[in-house]
């Protein structure tokens, strides 16, 4: 099986950095998923990682580190519209499952 | 535009009662996935299908039964409502590799009383 922690909540400043940290336990893994999800709203696709390291895409960067279980998302200059919930979820070693975290609900404030 | 659609939105049963929440993607893919959401747990996963006639359990599957006879939907039928069903189910669809990013539809709110 596969065990997912993130925090449950962050409080960030509009035009700050903040990391959101997600910590893994499996017993297979085959890449690590981050969706955004606004309140009310389907998830949508941020990133994808399967080899360690650090994969950047505009304002939002996700790193892996498979030796450890970890991965974090880093979003620059915060915006309020990033106000939201960010799920990371493992990829199963078959590859044909998901395992979602209970998501860390992220509040930017001006 | 492909997009993936869920109905109904919103959803109120009794006890005891079957219910059918309808899937449908317009993206052609192959897979598709039925989660739910409920507080303090995020998102898991109850059934999957990899195409046409395949099937599979999820996490959470008991209670829940899934049927895959074309590629654009998956219905998810609640055989006999229970109050622990009540939740935000949501639909999610993938092309063929298993690390395809997944889509998901707007979600079904249902609540059995």
């Known amino acids: 099986g596969q065990n997912i922690d993130q925090p449950t909540e962050m409080t960030a400043t509009e035009g700050a950095i903040v990391q959101i940290n997600c910590t893994y336990q499996?017993?297979?893994?085959?890449?690590l998923f981050w969706y955004q999800q606004h309140a009310g709203e389907a998830p949508t696709f941020l990133s994808y990682n399967v080899l360690d390291g650090l994969e950047e895409k505009g304002r939002f960067s996700s790193f892996l580190s498979r030796s450890k279980g970890y991965s974090y998302l880093l979003l620059k200059e915060l915006q309020m519209k990033d106000s939201a919930s960010y799920l990371c979820?493992?990829?199963?070693?078959?590859?044909?499952?998901?395992?979602f975290g209970g998501g860390t609900r992220l509040m930017v404030k001006p | 535009d492909a997009e993936i659609t869920q109905s109904p939105r919103h959803k109120i049963t009794e006890t005891g009662r079957q219910v059918t929440l309808a899937c449908h993607q317009t993206w052609n893919h192959n897979n598709m996935f039925w989660y739910r959401q409920d507080l303090g747990h995020g998102l898991r996963l109850i059934h999957y299908s990899y195409g046409v006639q395949d099937t599979n359990k999820g996490e959470v599957s008991d209670g829940y039964s899934v049927s895959r006879s074309n590629t654009e939907d998956l219905p998810l039928t609640l055989e006999s409502a229970a109050s622990s069903q009540t939740s935000v189910y949501f639909c999610a669809s993938s092309e063929a590799a298993v690390t395809d990013t997944q889509y998901f539809g707007p979600g079904t709110r249902l609540t059995v009383l």
């Open positions: 979820a493992a990829l199963n070693n078959a590859g044909n499952m998901l395992t």
């Open positions: 499996t017993s297979g893994f085959n890449g």
